[in-house]
């Protein structure tokens, strides 16, 4: 059966694996990496190659998801406010270099809703949202079933609309956006407290940390609102760490989006998705499938 390899870049951690055919993870790794040196050293440990065509059988490809602004047509990460040791890195040349294999480059939420879209909560769907609630807030968008790029490459940017005008700075050193309130760094500077610890702390019922959780919960609701109201969605699916918190998050969500959207009642399912940590990298492997 053929495999490729799927390797998701996020702001926080780097996630790969060799995916079938059918969209199954074998070999799956996770780790931390902030500079390209340890990304292509963590690259490297996930596949030794005279190891895994033994192994594996016939791989056909690298397919990544990187998180900023990228370059597609050269294969280049532009700009990445979360991992800024990245800017300017030609990380397909790099990738092609490390494993002498075709290597396919989309953003990190793109490709999450793509692997969503193909083993996961919007599969069969046309049109489809997802937010990825992490170190950051990303964004992806379907349409008639096509990912959406936008005119200059930097469409689906959901984490920078914008809340409140007169709000706490952005990492894109914007006001006001929803990245600023939802973002590691901003609960960190509204609450003292880290995405993680948060979900721990509310998974143990402290009722202050269900209080957050409600408070963020009701942020993401006014944000889903507006993209309820522009793109009428068949469903919105969020992704990330803070979407460990479930239930928490989503009742309120769900509840301060319908309160503010033209259509009543919300008609737009506001899920979590359903392959968690192995979104990414299973859209990656599919980038590579597709050619």
């Known amino acids: 059966m053929k495999k490729v390899i799927g390797v998701d870049l996020g702001a926080s951690n780097v996630r790969a694996g060799i995916v079938d055919e059918t969209g199954i993870v074998a070999n799956f790794k996770k780790g931390r990496t902030s500079t390209p040196e340890n990304f292509l050293k963590f690259l490297a440990s996930i596949l030794d190659q005279k190891a895994a065509y033994a192994k594996f059988g016939t791989v056909l490809g690298v397919g990544i998801g990187a998180p900023g602004q990228l370059d597609l047509a050269?294969?280049?990460i532009l700009q990445s406010p979360s991992l800024p040791s990245f800017n300017n890195f030609e990380i397909v040349t790099e990738a092609k270099k490390a494993f002498n294999l075709p290597v396919f480059l989309e953003r990190d939420t793109n490709v999450a809703l793509i692997g969503e879209a193909w083993k996961g909560k919007a599969a069969g769907i046309k049109n489809a949202l997802m937010l990825t609630l992490g170190t950051g807030v990303g964004g992806a968008i379907l349409i008639d079933g096509k990912l959406y790029h936008g005119?200059?490459?930097t469409g689906s940017e959901i984490g920078h609309i914008t809340i409140d005008v007169t709000g706490p700075i952005c990492t894109c050193?914007?006001?006001?956006?929803?990245?600023?309130y939802l973002g590691l760094a901003g609960v960190r500077r509204d609450y003292k407290i880290d995405h993680w610890t948060l979900i721990d702390r509310v998974e143990k019922g402290e009722k202050q940390a269900i209080k957050i959780s409600e408070k963020l919960g009701v942020i993401l609701g006014i944000g889903l609102a507006s993209l309820i109201n522009v793109f009428d969605p068949e469903i919105i699916i969020l992704g990330g760490g803070l979407s460990e918190l479930g239930e928490r998050i989503l009742v309120p969500a769900r509840k301060t989006a319908e309160e503010s959207t033209l259509i009543r009642p919300l008609k737009t399912e506001i899920v979590i998705g359903k392959l968690g940590d192995f979104s990414g990298v299973i859209g990656a492997a599919k980038l590579v499938f597709e050619g």
């Open 173 to 180: 050193s914007q006001k006001g956006h929803l990245e600023a």
């Open 74 to 76: 050269k294969g280049k």
């Open 151 to 153: 005119e200059h490459g």
